[in-house]
């Protein structure tokens, strides 16, 4: 009952918090400020909503078609449908419980094509290792870039305690990898054994002879981001005219919002509301660019999570 009602919370909590968020954020408008991001909602241009959209299913597609790369390298092949489905269910499961989603993932491939979870949950890390190069080159290059423009609000952070929890965490990081590798205890050596299945995935993408078509579609997946992203600027004719520097900005940090929250539920339309406030743009207007971006793009991933709950039962006989 106990683990029941910490799950339960574990999701709830993160949820609410967000929902909060954006009830008291909206509060805090004056009534000309909510008639103007009401007036936003309703004179957005939703056709550049529905191509970004478009644009946001390639990429689903990509993520799906990519997968096939890694599963093959170590003896395993899935439908495509098995894939794109448990795609779509990774997205909305991150949703509910940050992460969450990789481990489901796994389950669903398991399930429906027979990949030992291991060893699926090793090439989905493998993925996952190469979409964090990725975002690094994105921030990178758009912390370069832009480093003029947002120096000035960089003042307030205090880079002396961050260092301090930094090196205190690789400390502590460093001691368990030590622990774990030099161990002798039963439940130790238990985990080294499922690690091993979960290292021979995620070293596969560097290992099998497919490598370059694998890299070229994860470049094309963050592509399709950053386009969906910059496609919606031109729903509203406040945020139609900022430059692609601003829009790379707000897109890396709207990406770790999400990354490090519940989908970016409540979170994503204030922190990028505040982001482009940088930029000359109210933040009425911000947060209402907010909301339409995060909102289309959560309507998807429910229409898509939604069906494959349906339809894989349905397509594909449980093994």
């Avoid at 002396?160 to 205190?168: E, H, P, Q, R, V």
């Avoid at 560097?206 to 997946?221: A, E, G, H, R």
């Avoid at 004719?237 to 490090?260: C, D, H, K, Q, R």
Wanted: aromatic share 16%; charged share 15%.
């Amino acid at each position: 009952m106990k683990k029941k009602l910490s799950r339960i919370l574990s999701i709830l909590l993160p949820l609410s918090l967000g929902v909060f968020l954006i009830i008291y954020i909206f509060r805090q408008f004056t009534p000309e400020e909510s008639l103007a991001v009401k007036n936003s909602f309703k004179t957005a241009n939703y056709l550049y909503v529905g191509i970004s959209l478009l644009v946001g299913i390639t990429g689903f597609w990509a993520r799906a078609y990519r997968w096939k790369y890694t599963l093959a390298h170590i003896g395993y092949t899935a439908p495509f449908h098995v894939k794109f489905g448990a795609v779509s269910i990774t997205y909305l499961m991150n949703m509910l419980v940050p992460r969450s989603g990789e481990v489901s993932r796994a389950i669903v491939l398991k399930r429906y094509a027979d990949v030992p979870f291991d060893k699926g949950l090793g090439t989905i890390i493998s993925e996952r290792i190469i979409d964090l190069f990725l975002l690094i080159i994105v921030l990178g290059a758009t912390a370069i870039l832009q480093f003029d423009v947002v120096k000035e609000h960089l003042a307030d952070v205090p880079f002396k305690k961050l260092l301090i929890y930094g090196i205190i965490a690789g400390i502590l990081f460093l001691g368990s990898i030590l622990f774990f590798i030099y161990s002798k205890l039963s439940w130790v050596l238990k985990l080294k054994a499922k690690v091993s299945g979960l290292i021979e995935g995620a070293l596969s993408v560097f290992k099998m002879p497919n490598k370059w078509p694998f890299l070229l579609l994860s470049v094309y997946i963050w592509f399709s981001y950053v386009l969906m992203f910059y496609i919606t600027i031109y729903a509203l004719p406040e945020t139609a005219s900022l430059s692609f520097g601003s829009v790379a900005t707000a897109f890396v940090v709207g990406s770790l919002v999400i990354t490090f929250t519940n989908g970016g539920t409540g979170w994503f339309p204030v922190i990028i509301g505040k982001t482009l406030t940088i930029y000359g743009i109210p933040f009425t207007a911000g947060t209402a660019f907010g909301c339409i971006v995060w909102g289309s793009q959560t309507g998807l991933i429910f229409l898509l999570a939604g069906l494959s709950f349906l339809l894989l039962p349905l397509l594909q006989k449980s093994k």
